[in-house]
């Protein structure tokens, strides 16, 4: 068996480090290395390399799950270009962000006061303008960024972006428990 380059998820696949994958491609690499690794067509080889093919089978598996996964893929990008350590809580966000995530959270708290599906409507519609504004910010360098012509600027702005999608995830999640109540 030859040994692939297993150095990222990206090397393993043949794939260029970039936010934005072509899922057809992914998927095609991801099929040939299951039957690559696929530990039962490897059940006549010495124990030492059906190790490595379970070990190779499982990497395929989790390589191709974060991969397939946009918010997967940027945690990862982020993460090989150590723009993000393993506590992603550490990174601050612009006071401007967090002002509108405080007027947010004081809707939902006025929620908790006095429950009313307008006042829940009125706080998921600013969650959801929200979300479209920070993602229009990125929408380009998510599409177009790749280790070839990219900057580390331009991820820098992608860990912003991902730093606030996260907080405002958690907010969104908060409202979807109030809805239930309706």
């Known amino acids: 068996m030859n040994p692939p380059d297993t150095s990222s998820y990206f090397s393993f696949f043949g794939l260029p480090v970039s936010l934005s994958v072509d899922q057809q491609i992914l998927r095609k690499a991801f099929l040939e290395n299951s039957r690559r690794f696929h530990p039962d067509f490897h059940t006549l ?13 499982s990497l395929n598996n989790e390589a191709f799950k ?6 997967s893929r940027i945690r ?9 350590g393993s506590d992603s809580k550490e990174e601050k966000l612009p006071q401007a962000f967090l002002m509108e995530m405080m007027d947010l959270n004081e809707q939902i708290m006025d929620m908790q006061m006095e429950p009313s599906a307008e006042a829940l409507e009125k706080a998921q519609n600013a969650a959801e303008a929200l979300e479209k504004e920070i993602e ?6 998510l599409q177009q960024w790749n280790d070839a012509t990219g900057t580390i600027d331009d991820l820098n702005a992608v860990r912003d972006y991902f730093h606030k999608k996260r907080y ?6 908060n409202l979807t428990t109030f809805a239930s109540d309706f």
Do not use: P
């Open 76 to 84: 990862y990008v982020l993460e090989l270009k150590g723009l993000l």
């Open 168 to 173: 405002l995830l958690r907010v969104k999640e």
């Open 66 to 71: 974060v991969l397939s996964d946009t918010d």
């Open 136 to 141: 229009s910010g990125v929408a380009g360098l």
């Open 45 to 57: 080889s010495a124990a030492d390399e059906q190790d490595r093919a379970l070990e190779l089978s």
